[in-house]
């Protein structure tokens, strides 16, 4: 099953981000790159960024590594600490912590997307007005932005980011490249409302026909985000991820080997190609996705 974090468990992971926000004043977060390169353009309402929580480090390494080429860079913070930064082709695409100093007794593995918003004082008057949760207060990282990490209403957690400088701009998904982000809600309709509330400019779209039940937000005239019921009732309200690749039936026989499960086999995916979810060897869960450019919207980081 896909391990998504009980209540216990999102104190701790929301601790663990602080290393990656800086909220210890004595560690260098200087150090932490910005999302993007100088010149680029804030892209409000797009996923700019994604943090992998690990209970295993170098498991994870081995594990993304051997299954998307992705390479690692460790950015040390002094007193100790460091993060790792993810790249892929020579661009950095993500980051890594180690989840074990601060979670002893719960398991929070996972993925936790990143969220441009153009205004933070704004975003979190809607958070609070929401009574949306929230673990950390805006703090400013030197040259990356004003971050914060929140629960949305329903529970799923992300970090919300105002950059200091812009965003990854739009390109198309290369394999191994993240290709797109959903919200698992118990409650889609609300879900839905309340981004729109958070981000200026969201606008409601469906996938396919009217009927269809998948609907995604979109802004600047660009599909940024999935929201659909949850598949699985037990799990809690989670962000997931998907990567892009081009066969993901050799990817998910890659992943089992590389210590990996696969949580649901390849199948067509009425959208378009094919999906697979997966777990990494310490159970943070993501899906993967063969596509082509007219079947799935997407706006890659």
């Not at 990656?20 to 892209?43: F, H, K, M, Q, Y």
């Not at 309340?194 to 039940?213: H, I, N, W």
């Not at 990567?243 to 990817?251: N, W």
Request: aromatic share 6%.
């Amino acid at each position: 099953m896909i391990k998504v974090p009980h209540n216990g468990a999102r104190t701790a992971l929301a601790a663990l981000v602080l290393i990656v926000a800086g909220g210890c004043v004595a560690l260098d977060t200087t150090r932490i790159p910005p999302v993007a390169s100088a010149g680029a353009e804030p892209i409000p309402g797009k996923i700019v960024w994604h943090d992998l929580l690990s209970e295993d480090p170098a498991a994870a390494r081995r594990f993304y590594g051997g299954l998307f080429g992705w390479t690692f860079r460790d950015v040390g913070l002094g007193r100790g600490q460091s993060y790792t930064v993810i790249e892929h082709d020579g661009r950095v695409i993500g980051g890594l912590v180690d989840a074990r100093p601060l979670a002893r007794d719960v398991n929070v593995s996972r993925w936790i997307p990143v969220l441009s918003v153009p205004d933070m004082n704004r975003a979190m008057a809607t958070v609070r007005a929401a009574g949306a949760t929230v673990y950390q207060a805006p703090l400013d990282i030197p040259q990356r932005g004003i971050v914060a990490v929140i629960a949305d209403p329903q529970g799923a957690v992300l970090t919300l980011l105002e950059p200091h400088g812009g965003d990854p701009p739009d390109r198309s998904a290369e394999p191994g490249d993240w290709l797109w982000n959903e919200i698992w809600s118990s409650d889609p309709d609300a879900s839905l409302a309340f981004y729109q509330s958070l981000v200026p400019g969201y606008t409601v779209e469906r996938a396919g026909d009217d009927e269809s039940t998948y609907r995604y937000l979109s802004a600047g005239a660009a599909p940024r985000a999935g929201v659909l019921p949850k598949p699985v009732e037990r799990i809690a309200d989670t962000w997931m991820a998907y990567v892009r690749v081009t066969d993901p039936t050799a990817v998910a026989a890659a992943a089992e080997a590389l210590g990996g499960e696969v949580l649901l086999s390849p199948r067509t995916d009425p959208r378009g190609g094919e999906v697979a979810i997966l777990n990494d060897p310490t159970g943070a869960g993501f899906l993967v996705q063969s596509w082509e450019p007219a079947a799935v919207p997407t706006a890659a980081q």
